[in-house]
């Protein structure tokens, strides 16, 4: 090889190596350089959590409904541990309230005897009390570490309008109600203390310290009215109880604004108790259980008719006389009574299905389901409460006649009870319909801000409200549940009594009973529903619902002032 050649392939082996040294100083200062940064933070600094605190959720007078209270987490540093895992299960098992011999304690025992770990948890939520007595014991090597937990000033009131915080994969979660909907408010963010730290890994306690501090979550004010919750959970399990029913659920909103007042279903849980409970009753069944509304839902049939103009409270019904055929099937009236030549306005009072049906064919497909559409049946509420249900209204190429004339009376039509409550609330407010709501103020830090009502159009025209209103006072003045009703308020509602559908068929024994109404009728304060699975003392919601309905109407009256004309 000449000399050209060789200063050539020097001249190329110079070009290769530095390139070499450029790539690999390229590698460690850009690419690598987060890697190597992080693993020099971490030989230099040790890193401690800072939990943030959850923001509180308040009623509509300020008092707290949830809160935060003080819990510790006990747990064993097993290299430190001065006695036997027995020894120890033993100490700490009747403090903790668990037997010895249960399979708790078993567990307790089992994890203290763990080599392979350094440190193990053993129990959680322990009151301030608990670790005193723990701390007693003089035991080496057991620990505490504080944890924020959700406290319940007012008990499992409106637990399930509030939800409750679990374990999420990222920590504390809420699930359900206003936890689960405004999770991100009120968890705020987390911070962090940095410390530097020895070569063993201990912090240095004269060392630099930097501290991020966590930020707090935001304060969530409702519209429930304590009083008002108070009120109709107690009365909703005397009702229950009463009635002999299975289930039932209540709701009291303002039909104005949409702010619910109050909401409530039995059976409930307990919400400091919640892993305990069976996950069936979690969900709120006032926004997540659908039912078929029965005579309720014919005030919105017969008001979307009033609307369109093909009829008017006076108007007579030609086909009142007997049963009416309805293709295969033969539609009757509940008693089994018939009233000839009726009014629009008597056949709401008799709460009359043969009437209803001609309202309905009246009224004709087309137009009764834009204005089911327009009334909200099939979409959702938008409440601020996690864990909505959205039963779907069939399509209307689905529908048949059959169909048409059995939603005059609410059957075939499924609603939650909130759906329909918000509803009936349109013809309360003079045709407007609101958005039901329960957070009215967000707090934080930095100020507050106001949540204001928002509506969502015009469902049926003042007049068409003011016309079904009164012949809903009609109804309830010369209904069948007209013994039970206060003396001096008028009021505006309407019974209903809905057959169960089972496996394609409908259970002749068992009902769903419900009432709803507003008052004053003139100019509401508050629109009620109440509902009652399976009653057993009578199946008709003018017998349970209803006398339940005005028994708490009754004192609501009171705590708002409004006295009986």
């Not at 707090?216 to 519209?223: A, D, S, V």
Request: overall charge negative; glycine content about 8%; aromatic content about 8%.
């Amino acid at each position: 090889m000449d000399f050209t050649a060789r200063l050539r392939l020097l001249f190329v082996l110079i070009v290769f190596a530095s390139l070499a040294i450029v790539y690999r100083l390229f590698y460690w200062q850009v690419i690598a350089s987060p890697g190597l940064t992080a693993a020099a933070e971490n030989q230099h600094w040790v890193s401690f959590p800072l939990p943030s605190q959850r923001g509180e959720i308040l009623a509509s007078d300020g008092f707290p409904l949830v809160t935060n209270r003080q819990a510790h987490l006990l747990y064993a540093s097993i290299p430190d541990l001065n006695k036997s895992s027995a020894e120890i299960t033993d100490a700490i098992s009747p403090i903790l309230g668990l037997d010895k011999s249960s399979t708790e304690a078993a567990s307790i025992k089992e994890r203290l005897s763990r080599q392979d770990l350094v440190w193990v948890s053993l129990a959680r939520r322990l009151s301030p009390s608990t670790r005193q007595q723990l701390e007693e014991l003089g035991i080496a090597g057991l620990g505490f570490e504080n944890e924020n937990l959700r406290g319940y000033p007012e008990g499992s009131m409106a637990a399930h309008l509030v939800g409750f915080v679990g374990e999420g994969e990222e920590g504390p979660k809420g699930f359900f109600g206003l936890e689960g909907f405004y999770d991100l408010e009120l968890r705020g963010q987390p911070g962090s203390m940095k410390r530097e730290k020895d070569i063993q890994g201990s912090p240095i306690l004269i060392g630099q310290a930097i501290e991020n501090k966590a930020k707090q979550g935001r304060t969530l004010q409702t519209t429930i009215n304590r009083s008002v919750q108070y009120l109709v959970e107690k009365k909703l399990e005397d009702g229950l109880r009463r009635y002999g029913a299975t289930s039932g659920s209540i709701i009291v909103l303002d039909p104005k604004s949409g702010a619910i007042l109050s909401a409530a279903s039995r059976p409930a849980y307990d919400p400091l108790l919640y892993w305990q409970t069976d996950p069936i009753l979690l969900s709120d069944p006032v926004i997540s259980a659908s039912f078929e509304p029965g005579s309720i839902f014919k005030v919105l049939i017969m008001a979307a008719a009033l609307d369109a103009g093909v009829v008017k409270p006076d108007s007579r019904c030609p086909i009142c006389n007997g049963p009416k055929q309805s293709g295969e099937y033969t539609i009757e009236t509940w008693n089994d009574q018939y009233y000839p030549d009726s009014t629009m306005t008597e056949i709401i009072q008799h709460s009359d299905n043969v009437g209803m049906v001609y309202v309905a064919e009246q009224l004709g497909l087309e137009k009764l389901y834009d204005y089911l559409q327009q009334f909200g049946i099939g979409s959702a509420t938008r409440v601020d409460l996690e864990g909505e249900n959205v039963p779907q209204l069939r399509p209307k190429k689905d529908w048949s006649v059959v169909d048409l004339d059995t939603s005059s009376f609410g059957q075939g039509i499924a609603v939650t009870p909130l759906q329909m409550a918000k509803s009936v609330a349109a013809i309360a407010n003079q045709g407007r319909m609101m958005r039901p709501y329960l957070v009215k103020q967000v707090i934080s830090g930095e100020g507050s801000l106001d949540i204001k009502p928002k509506e969502e159009g015009q469902v049926i025209r003042p007049v068409t409200a003011k016309q079904i209103t009164e012949m809903m006072v009609n109804a309830v003045e010369k209904g069948e549940a007209k013994w039970a009703k206060p003396k001096g308020y008028r009021i505006a509602g309407k019974t209903g009594t809905a057959q169960i559908p089972i496996a394609g068929h409908y259970d002749q024994e068992k009902t769903i009973a419900s009432f709803i109404g507003f008052a004053p009728a003139d100019d509401p304060a508050f629109l009620m529903l109440v509902t009652l699975r399976e009653p057993s003392t009578s199946p008709w919601g003018s017998e349970t619902a209803a006398p339940l309905w005005f028994e708490i109407a009754k004192e609501i009256f009171g705590l708002f002032s409004i006295l009986p004309e």
